[in-house]
């Protein structure tokens, strides 16, 4: 199958402690999380919980961002500066990092739609946005594969995360390697993953690579600028379509007239959202295997992350979410 025989690198993803991993939440419980458990095989975590790192108890009086402080509304105690301190110091001390799964809507975990209120009492919040913690985050690590646990839920989302994650992880092993004929391996392999991701970015690496400099700490620093440019938002459905098609002309001489016509109807299902991308890349690997086509089975597109995790991907449902 193209892509499973290569022993995918395990991204680093630091995640939110009370994700399944500790009853750290402000009333002491955890919130077991499947898709994480799953991944759990796959990634090596790093958990941590920026309140009980500050010194806050378990359970503890809930916190809230009022206006642009972090504070607790039971005690009137304040830790906006103690949980800034905090994360510039955690997030400073991380190292070859992939991605980050967060909680959602916590004041401090948080990467969006985070209740911002505006005194300490009210139940009506005046806006969103994201946690302390969040925040610094976002600011910090833009480019790499950052997540909360509710948009996670959506398929699509998902599918992105992944692939974004485990590329990265790919792309760092590739640097640390200081092989520029690893880093031309890995642009080869993600040739139909970049297409489908973002055509004008896949031209500038290609341009990278063809007017390398003699120096690969600059060749690999400025194509991992445009690696998560490139990965920075989700593909839309026409170029994925516009790939498949792509790869079914390495085949449509060799097929047969009704496995010519199946194809073209899966597409017709995919293009009106009613099958995912999975459904047609499974046709398309087994002919890839039948067929024995060397330059696509080694393409990162039909298999961007491990295959475990592709059915708690493609549900069906999420277009366009
Ligand atoms: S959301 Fe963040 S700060 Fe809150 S309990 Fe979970 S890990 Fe701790």
Same mark, same amino acid.
């Given at each position: 199958?193209?892509?499973?025989?290569?022993?995918? =690198?395990?991204?680093?993803?630091?995640?939110?402690?009370?994700?399944?991993?500790?009853?750290?939440?402000?009333?002491?419980?955890?919130?077991?999380?499947?898709?994480?458990?799953?991944? #759990?095989?796959?990634?090596?975590? &790093?958990?941590? %919980?920026?309140?009980?790192? $500050?010194?806050? /108890?378990?359970?503890?009086?809930?916190?809230?961002?009022?206006?642009?402080?972090?504070?607790?509304?039971?005690?009137?105690?304040?830790?906006?500066? #103690?949980?800034?301190?905090?994360?510039?110091?955690?997030?400073?001390?991380?190292?070859? =990092?992939?991605?980050?799964?967060?909680?959602?809507?916590?004041?401090? %975990?948080?990467?969006?739609?985070?209740?911002?209120?505006?005194?300490?009492?009210?139940?009506?919040?005046?806006?969103?946005?994201?946690?302390?913690?969040?925040?610094?985050?976002? +600011?910090?690590?833009?480019?790499?594969?950052?997540?909360?646990?509710?948009?996670?839920?959506?398929?699509?989302?998902? +599918?992105?995360?992944?692939?974004?994650?485990?590329?990265?992880?790919?792309?760092?092993?590739?640097?640390?390697?200081?092989?520029?004929?690893?880093?031309?391996?890995?642009?080869?392999? /993600?040739?139909?993953?970049?297409?489908? !991701?973002?055509?004008?970015? *896949?031209? &500038?690496?290609?341009?990278?690579?063809?007017?390398?400099?003699?120096?690969?700490?600059?060749?690999?620093?400025? !194509? +991992?600028?445009?690696?998560?440019?490139?990965?920075?938002?989700?593909?839309?459905?026409?170029?994925?379509?516009?790939?498949? *098609?792509?790869? !079914?002309?390495?085949?449509?001489?060799?097929?047969?007239?009704?496995?010519?016509?199946?194809?073209?109807?899966? $597409?017709?299902?995919?293009?009106?959202? #009613? $099958?995912? *991308?999975?459904?047609?890349? =499974?046709?398309?690997?087994?002919?890839?295997?039948?067929?024995?086509?060397?330059?696509?089975? #080694?393409?990162?597109?039909?298999?961007? !992350?491990?295959?475990? *995790?592709?059915? $708690?991907?493609?549900?069906?449902?999420?277009?366009?979410?």
């Amino acid at each position: 199958m193209p892509n499973s025989s290569k022993k995918m =690198v395990k991204p680093k993803v630091v995640v939110s402690k009370c994700l399944g991993f500790a009853k750290c939440r402000w009333n002491g419980t955890t919130i077991p999380d499947s898709f994480i458990d799953k991944l #759990k095989k796959h990634v090596n975590f &790093i958990p941590v %919980c920026p309140e009980v790192e $500050i010194g806050l /108890n378990t359970p503890r009086p809930p916190i809230r961002i009022v206006n642009n402080r972090l504070v607790q509304p039971k005690t009137g105690r304040d830790f906006t500066d #103690k949980m800034n301190r905090f994360s510039e110091k955690f997030l400073n001390n991380l190292k070859n =990092v992939d991605g980050f799964i967060l909680k959602y809507k916590s004041p401090s %975990c948080g990467m969006k739609n985070v209740l911002i209120y505006p005194n300490k009492d009210t139940r009506k919040a005046k806006s969103q946005g994201p946690g302390f913690f969040g925040k610094k985050v976002l +600011e910090r690590f833009k480019g790499l594969s950052i997540e909360d646990e509710g948009r996670l839920r959506n398929f699509r989302i998902r +599918e992105h995360f992944l692939t974004r994650l485990f590329t990265l992880a790919d792309f760092r092993k590739v640097k640390k390697s200081k092989s520029i004929q690893k880093l031309l391996d890995f642009h080869t392999r /993600n040739k139909f993953l970049l297409m489908a !991701y973002n055509q004008k970015e *896949l031209r &500038i690496l290609g341009q990278i690579l063809a007017n390398q400099a003699n120096n690969f700490s600059i060749t690999a620093d400025e !194509y +991992e600028e445009h690696l998560r440019l490139a990965l920075s938002r989700m593909p839309r459905y026409t170029s994925n379509i516009n790939v498949l *098609l792509h790869a !079914y002309n390495h085949f449509s001489k060799k097929l047969n007239a009704k496995e010519k016509k199946y194809f073209h109807h899966l $597409i017709d299902e995919y293009r009106d959202a #009613k $099958i995912p *991308l999975s459904a047609i890349l =499974v046709l398309l690997k087994d002919w890839v295997m039948r067929f024995d086509d060397k330059f696509l089975a #080694k393409q990162t597109f039909f298999q961007p !992350y491990p295959e475990d *995790l592709i059915s $708690i991907t493609d549900s069906g449902k999420g277009r366009n979410k």
